[in-house]
């Protein structure tokens, strides 16, 4: 048994050594991994191989006939940049691509027309004064209109502008005034030149701020009877610096129309005044009342961390309605704060406080409801309009005529924010209270606080007196008063203002030696001169 099967295994070797012997003549030696095609022999791979290759192009044939056919078949789809098609939306064919032409044809042009099936062909045609675009669509092109920026509104504005800027303005005591007159002789050159932009900049440097008038064939120049209109050599011959000279490459600051927006500023408080003892009406709220009031504003103001324009946009509306609601009641009064604390978020903040904050920090005494009702009757009363300006808006002007450091400028918001809590200085305008804190800025910080010296004039520069519009002898008891403000906000019972400055964010301002000093009694105390 054993032997048999020893003889059956050889028999299996030597066959199996058979087929290999027959199998390596029949192959070719090649590199490749062998596969079940490759072991049936070269001539059945090529046997095979050569009908799959015929195959293949009879396939690529019929591919290349397909595609031809649908290319001349293809229509060409309507569309332009403001009516476009429908998504999944397809024509008859199929395909929504442009006919490529009859010289071309090919994948080639298929491609082609693909790349720019989504533009539409325009002739732009260029001439000296005005470009037009021509579109190759049936409708008519029409003008480009007018931007947001650019609404009616805006030219409205504008007019409202130029009429005020045409208006006398009280001017500067101290300062001659002179109309600027143009000679006849420079009229008719002007006349004569084409309108461009050096000849625009040629008549500011004659004439600033003169409106220029517009007509249909020429330009006139009209001459303007404003203090502040000076020329180049006049503001040098009296020593008044341009502050704008350097601002002409930053366009935020606007330096070629920013004594404009200012000639604006100017006249819109003069429109809209507060008067004196404006309270006089009231039955049931009293100046202590509206001192309170503001105080815990100013509180508000810091624990929601607003801007300096919010509370004093605040304060400037509560002034407003309480001028002009003479039957304000005393239990509705914090609702007028807080209210009009509301609506001066929502003008000046990036974030404004929610409504709900608002509701919390009065304790739940008034809801959401009731103050959106009070700010309806707000706006009634101010008829809408929240374009007074603010002190905080001339003090920067100020504060860059006298070229002031950090230190100069917080103290100025620091007597600001004190005079806007007394009553007596609500009948202020806006301008005045900013020269007069920066005034006496400028007299504690520049002068000796030991020494009882008093007002001293140089500090209040010509520049000053030209940008402010106001002379030292017109601020002297405007700076009066709010030094006795300054110097007594120690002792005094509100005190949201004096521990707010007392903080590092506002570098410790009221802790100044400079507001105990000789200079300020002698300030408070001095007599006034003419």
């Not at 509701?359 to 739940?364: G, P, R």
């Not at 374009?387 to 001339?394: A, N, T």
């Not at 001293?456 to 700076?479: E, K, Q």
């Not at 709010?482 to 964010?505: E, H, M, T, V, W």
Request: charged content about 25%; overall charge positive; some cysteine.
């Amino acid at each position: 048994m054993v032997g048999t099967t020893l003889k059956m295994r050889s028999d299996e070797n030597a066959s199996e050594n058979f087929k290999q012997v027959q199998l390596k003549k029949l192959t070719v030696p090649s590199m490749e991994a062998t596969t079940k095609r490759a072991a049936l022999g070269d001539l059945q791979n090529r046997g095979i191989s050569r009908p799959i290759a015929a195959k293949d192009a009879a396939q690529k044939d019929s591919k290349d006939l397909k595609l031809t056919d649908a290319l001349r078949n293809a229509k060409a789809r309507v569309d332009s940049h403001w009516k476009k098609q429908p998504l999944g939306s397809t024509n008859g064919n199929g395909n929504g691509a442009v006919p490529p032409k009859v010289n071309e044809g090919g994948v080639a042009a298929f491609l082609r027309s693909n790349s720019v099936r989504n533009r539409v062909p325009t002739k732009t045609t260029v001439e000296p004064t005005k470009v037009t675009v021509k579109s190759s669509s049936s409708e008519n092109v029409n003008e480009p209109t007018l931007k947001r920026e650019d609404s009616n509104l805006s030219k409205k504005s504008l007019t409202k502008l130029r009429a005020a800027l045409a208006k006398p303005v009280m001017g500067v005591s101290g300062i001659r005034r002179e109309p600027v007159a143009v000679s006849r002789k420079e009229a008719e050159t002007k006349k004569e030149l084409p309108e461009t932009k050096k000849d625009s900049l040629e008549v500011k440097k004659d004439a600033t701020r003169m409106p220029l008038i517009r007509g249909n064939s020429a330009v006139t120049t009209t001459t303007s009877t404003m203090p502040t209109t000076m020329s180049l050599s006049s503001k040098r011959l009296a020593g008044i610096e341009d502050i704008d000279a350097n601002d002409k490459e930053n366009l935020v600051l606007v330096s070629e129309y920013v004594n404009d927006i200012y000639d604006y500023l100017y006249q819109v408080e003069q429109d809209q005044p507060i008067h004196k003892d404006h309270l006089a009406g009231q039955k049931e709220v009293s100046h202590k009342m509206r001192a309170v009031l503001i105080d815990w504003i100013n509180e508000v103001h810091l624990q929601f961390h607003l801007a300096a324009e919010t509370f004093q946009l605040a304060v400037a509306i509560i002034d407003r309605y309480l001028q002009v609601v003479k039957d304000t009641k005393r239990t509705y009064l914090q609702l007028v704060g807080v209210t009009a604390l509301f609506i001066a978020t929502k003008y000046e903040e990036l974030f404004p406080p929610a409504i709900g904050d608002f509701v919390f920090i009065t304790d739940d005494t008034y809801t959401a409801r009731q103050i959106r009702q009070m700010e309806l009757q707000i706006f009634k009363a101010i008829d809408c309009n929240l374009s007074r300006p603010l002190p905080i808006h001339f003090l920067r002007r100020y504060s860059k005529a006298a070229g002031a450091e950090d230190e100069h400028h917080t103290m100025s918001k620091y007597f600001i924010e004190l005079a806007s809590v007394d009553y007596e200085m609500a009948t202020y305008r806006p301008s005045e209270i900013a020269a007069a804190s920066l005034f006496l800025s400028l007299h504690l910080l520049n002068g000796n606080y030991r020494a009882g010296t008093g007002f001293n004039d140089r500090h209040w520069t010509p520049t000053l007196t030209f940008y402010s519009r106001y002379s030292a002898a017109h601020l002297r008891p405007i700076t009066r008063l709010i030094a006795k403000l300054a110097r007594d906000a120690p002792q005094a019972k509100l005190k949201a203002i004096y521990n707010k400055y007392q903080g590092s964010k506002f570098q410790k301002i009221a802790l100044r030696t400079e507001l105990t000093g000789a200079l300020m009694d002698s300030i408070v105390g001095q007599s006034q001169r003419k």
